[in-house]
T-cell receptor, first 113, second 110 residues
Framework: ETGVTQSPTHLIKTRGQQVTLRCSSQSGHNTVSWYQQALGQGPQFIFQYYREEENGRGNFPPRFSGLQFPNYSSELNVNALELDDSALYLCASSLRAGDYGYTFGSGTRLTVV | EDQVTQSPEALRLQEGESSSLNCSYT??????LFWYRQDPGKGPEFLFT???AGEEKEKERLKATLTKKESFLHITAPKPEDSATYLCAVQAEAGTALIFGKGTTLSVSS
């Protein structure tokens, strides 16, 4: 059984650019959530996808968008990057909205300069 | 507003010195309370889920307990490899998101 894998592990972008982060969910999991974790803070919920539909969103602007594919993998897209977007981006997968817990990936460290 | 507060922010222990971490929460109907361990630069690693007041779960040197207002993570005779940040999160009945606290950073020295 494979866990949650995220790519890339590290990324440096310039302010104003766009970025796409990728996540492969754990085998058998149909729900993917994305979190942003700033240094020294707990993860903050961005949004969640269940069977390719967004079914929950946190307090993030529309320039944060996502997709879930038929194989339940997912992408997080961020447009018009700002310096404050620098953070660890975490993907978590689960069965049906976390009924059986969430498994997190190791994250993508995004630095915006 | 749903909220999680963890204390202390940092805790230094000697190897073998038992202690407890606190997670206080307010949530509109608790669906579950989660404890995770996070090592530097890594994603959170699942430890426990608790669903109702009075519930307890154990794993090696860790024991988690739950009341209607807070949860404790008890660490018995810790070892240096227990050094990490411990995160607490809640999920509301009607919500999908996990709401995390800022975590407690535990350092255990030999």
């Amino acid at each position: 059984e494979t866990g949650v894998t995220q790519s890339p592990t590290h990324l440096i972008k310039t302010r104003g650019q766009q970025v796409t982060l990728r996540c492969s969910s754990q085998s058998g999991h149909n729900t993917v959530s994305w979190y942003q974790q700033a240094l020294g803070q707990g993860p903050q919920f961005i949004f969640q996808y269940y069977r390719e539909e967004e079914n929950g969103r946190g307090n993030f602007p529309p320039r944060f968008s996502g997709l879930q594919f038929p194989n339940y993998s997912s992408e997080l897209n961020v447009n018009a990057l700002e310096l404050d977007d620098s953070a660890l981006y975490l993907c978590a997968s689960s069965l049906r909205a976390g009924d059986y817990g969430y498994t997190f990936g190791s994250g993508t460290r995004l630095t915006v300069v | 507003e749903d909220q999680v507060t963890q204390s202390p922010e940092a805790l230094r222990l000697q190897e073998g010195e038992s202690s407890s971490l606190n997670c206080s929460y307010t949530v509109s109907g608790l669906r579950g309370l989660f404890w995770y361990r996070q090592d530097p630069g890594k994603g959170p690693e699942f430890l426990f889920t608790l669903y109702s007041a009075g519930e307890e779960k154990e794993k090696e040197r860790l024991k988690a307990t739950l009341t209607k207002k807070e949860s404790f993570l008890h660490i018995t005779a810790p070892k240096p490899e227990d050094s990490a940040t411990y995160l607490c999160a809640v999920q509301a009945e009607a919500g999908t998101a996990l709401i995390f606290g800022k975590g407690t950073t535990l350092s255990v020295s030999s």
